[in-house]
């Protein structure tokens, strides 16, 4: 019962939420056409005016002007925007309820409901409240913040996988929500979590790493630029199988390799690295850490061959690394053609008459191996050429 409450809670904030957003674009659209109709009559009642001068017959005159005051008086007393009905934009339930709701989350730490008999149920509906909180960014004491993220944090290394997604998900919420536009609550995080996300994808609670290494991948661009290549370099040493055999976990590098694709998503192929966005976009920077960093330890991740007592689970580690390797080779063509991102920002620009050129051969210089199109298409298909826009004054120094 108490899972099914905190569950309604978390599902009716943000469709009260969007219910009250539909509501007053509902009256402005009302608004706009009365406007509209009243600026149409108005329109009618100055061109009957215009007529009415203008006739011979001057017994047309006193019925015109009493139908154009008629109209002016309607017109005058029919619209008026300043005191139209549209609601505002507040937040559609009381200041007392709001409270009650924000206090839930150290409620249910208080009263002991993460242990015992449905305690994992409670964990997956906190993760949904948080989310939920997130979406209407509904306002918490320091205090309650504290608690969501020692929650939140808990859940990440918790040994069932749907609590550590619904913790991933409640953590993107809440970052985007809360930490993004807040300097300070943002290096309070970076310090208290995000060194631990960086600095535990070896626990030996396998865990721990599968949680913390999705939660990396899940960070907002603005959190994650500050510490990019310590991101890539933790979750590319996640990548890395353990030295002892007892401590290795393929969903552990399963989980890192997501995250290195998400991070592709977050900072690379999103924005055009203006501040603000967080987001770096493809450019120079990103090209050298794809050729690094990501390309080779996915190119490494796609030789797992582990095998335990359930079958080859290495293939679940290759088949992740296909995927991310998909988004990163996707992303190369476009790593030194955009405006102002090479050669100090002054070489190359859109429009510019740089060339076109094919440096599909240059992949194997990339991936070790003696013949790409063997690698990528052992079926013999004709692998698709990879394009460069280069510009005449600076070519790129990736695969020439």
Known sequence: IRHGAVVM?????????????????????????????????????TAAAIAATEADAPSLSPTSSRGTGTTTTTTTSGINLSSSSSPTLTWPISPERQAAVAGLVPAIDKARLYRGKGGEVMREAVARLVEGCSTVVLEMSA?????????????????????QKGAVAAVRSYAKAYLVNDPRAAAAFRTRYLDAYLTRLHDANVAVRRGYSLALG?????LLRPVLEEAIDALVDGCVPEDDPNERDVDSRVNCIKALGQLLET??????????SGALGPCHETAELLRDKILPCLHTSMEDY???NRGDVGSWVREA?????????????ICYCRKGCSSGGNSCSDGDDGSLTDYSPGLNE???KSDISSFYFPQGEKPPRIL????????????T
Do not use: W
Request: charged share 10%.
């Open 9 to 45: 809670v978390a599902e009716l904030l943000p469709a009260l939420a969007a219910a009250a957003a539909a509501t007053a674009t509902t009256a402005t659209a009302t608004a706009a056409t009365a406007a509209t109709a009243a600026a149409t009559a108005t329109t009618a009642a």
């Open 366 to 368: 990339l991936t070790g």
């Open 321 to 333: 690394a296909m995927r991310v390797l998909a988004t990163g080779v996707a992303l190369l063509p």
């Open 306 to 308: 582990t095998t335990d």
């Open 143 to 163: 205090a309650q913040h504290a608690k969501v993220l020692e929650a939140l944090d808990e859940n990440l290394r918790h040994p069932q996988q749907y609590i």
């Open 218 to 222: 899940s960070l907002p661009a603005q």
């Open 388 to 399: 460069f826009r280069t510009c005449r004054t600076s070519p790129p120094p990736y695969m």
């Open 267 to 276: 900072m690379f192929t999103t924005g055009n690295g203006q501040s603000g």
